[in-house]
Nanobody, 111 residues
């Protein structure tokens, strides 16, 4: 099981980023896929989840309406579209599925 995140970077408040989570060694669509984030000095928190069976989604309240989780089964890749970013969204973002974790991708929201 291998997961590789990408797409993080520096963005101004109000901006957007799309994170990717590429899976290898297993079929991503068979598993629930979650995005977590960990800000400096804080605990890792669940941000969003897409459920394998139904395709339904869950978002933590703080990102509801701004973030969208999705997956492309042909590419075995999941995404997190993040809009209207603010400083509170600055963190290292991780994807989690099939018992595995990626290495994380850092998002910095700053003027």
């Amino acid at each position: 099981v291998q997961l590789v995140e990408s797409g993080g970077g520096l963005v101004q408040p109000g901006g957007s980023l799309r994170l990717s989570c590429a899976a290898s060694g297993f079929t991503l669509r068979w598993y629930d896929l979650s995005w977590y984030r960990q800000a400096h000095g804080k605990e890792r928190e669940l941000v969003a989840r897409i459920f394998s069976a139904s395709g339904s989604t869950y978002y933590v309240d703080s990102v509801q309406g701004r973030f969208t989780i999705s997956r492309d089964n042909r590419k075995n890749t999941a995404y997190l579209q993040m809009n209207s970013l603010n400083s509170e969204d600055s963190a290292v973002y991780y994807c989690n599925a099939g018992g595995g974790w990626g290495q994380g991708t850092q998002v910095i929201v700053s003027p």
